[in-house]
């Protein structure tokens, strides 16, 4: 029988052990508190002006885009899937049309989205605030018992 070489297991043992400590010891630093500067605003928040200079736009989970009042009848039933891009880009450019015509004034925007809506409306309009020149605000929000509740 062939003597099994007992040195060479020791060496890879303590490869392993070393190994296994400088992992340790590599995330024990990451887990000291570091301060991060915070951004500061450049700005005023369109949110923040008078409720009466605010163009406020919701964007609900079923695909409803409405503008002005929450049961405002100036709205857009967005597509929930993309399998019709003409369809989707053309809700895109109504949506568009009806926020230049019903915001006349250019005032800020207030982007309230429902917290289960997909994002991509709430992308859609960034993008139609940013080509009108609008300024934006977003908010994200839950409905409890027909209660808009910010959502966090």
Same mark, same amino acid.
């Given at each position: 029988?062939?003597?099994?070489?007992?040195?060479?297991?020791?060496?890879?043992?303590?490869?392993?052990?070393?190994?296994?400590?400088?992992?340790?010891?590599?995330?024990?630093?990451?887990?000291?508190?570091?301060?991060?500067?915070?951004?500061?605003?450049?700005?005023?928040?369109?949110?923040?002006?008078?409720?009466?200079?605010?163009?406020?736009?919701?964007?609900? @989970?079923?695909?409803?885009?409405?503008?002005?009042?929450?049961?405002?009848?100036?709205?857009?039933?967005?597509?929930?899937?993309?399998?019709?891009?003409?369809?989707?880009?053309?809700?895109?450019?109504?949506?568009?049309?009806?926020?230049?015509?019903?915001?006349?004034?250019?005032?800020?925007?207030?982007?309230? @989205?429902?917290?289960?809506?997909?994002?991509?409306?709430?992308?859609?309009?960034?993008?139609?605030?940013?080509?009108?020149?609008?300024?934006?605000?977003?908010?994200?929000?839950?409905?409890?018992?027909?209660?808009?509740?910010?959502?966090?």
């Amino acid at each position: 029988m062939a003597k099994r070489n007992s040195g060479g297991m020791i060496i890879r043992l303590v490869d392993v052990v070393l190994i296994v400590l400088f992992g340790f010891l590599m995330i024990s630093k990451i887990q000291e508190q570091v301060d991060i500067p915070l951004p500061q605003s450049k700005g005023d928040n369109p949110a923040s002006t008078a409720q009466d200079e605010v163009f406020d736009v919701f964007i609900r @989970a079923d695909g409803r885009i409405q503008c002005g009042w929450i049961d405002s009848s100036y709205q857009v039933l967005m597509p929930l899937d993309n399998s019709d891009a003409g369809a989707a880009r053309a809700r895109y450019d109504e949506l568009k049309g009806m926020i230049a015509k019903a915001n006349t004034a250019k005032a800020p925007v207030s982007i309230q @989205a429902e917290f289960d809506s997909p994002t991509q409306f709430t992308v859609d309009l960034l993008d139609i605030c940013r080509d009108l020149g609008l300024q934006k605000s977003l908010t994200c929000f839950r409905l409890v018992n027909g209660q808009a509740v910010p959502a966090g």
